[in-house]
């Protein structure tokens, strides 16, 4: 089994920024991308980011700039920095893990965490 726990949202200013950090843990051999979603309320979950396990980064248009995507692998985190953040990126923020493990691959999710931008 293999749980991902994320952590760092909450409720910022528009401006702001806040520092989003997911662990994974359990049977892990290694991880292979890792992603972050979002969904807004009433939305359906929406890809953010990915990060490869080489550490090539690819963003969704509306955070580009805005966002920065970064894990340690040795830590099996993936962090997701956002900086100007707006009103827009109000949403419960999930991360995914492609996860190799006894020579299978598996995609885990994590429980979500919530940032709210709001003045």
């Known amino acids: 089994q293999v749980q991902l726990v994320e952590s760092g949202g909450g409720l910022v200013q528009p401006g702001g920024s806040l520092r989003l950090s997911c662990v994974a843990s359990?049977?892990?051999?290694?991880?292979?991308?890792m992603d972050w979603y979002r969904q807004a309320p009433g939305e359906q979950r929406k890809w953010v980011a990915t990060?490869?396990?080489?550490?090539?980064?690819t963003y969704e248009d509306s955070v580009k700039g805005r966002f920065s995507i970064s894990r340690d692998n040795a830590k099996n985190t993936v962090y997701l920095q956002m900086n100007s953040l707006k009103p827009e990126d109000t949403a419960v923020y999930y991360c995914k893990a492609y996860v190799v493990s006894a020579g299978t691959v598996h995609n885990y999710w994590g429980q979500g965490t919530p940032i709210t931008v709001s003045s």
């Open positions: 990060i490869t396990s080489g550490g090539t980064t």
């Open positions: 359990g049977s892990i051999f290694r991880i292979a991308n």
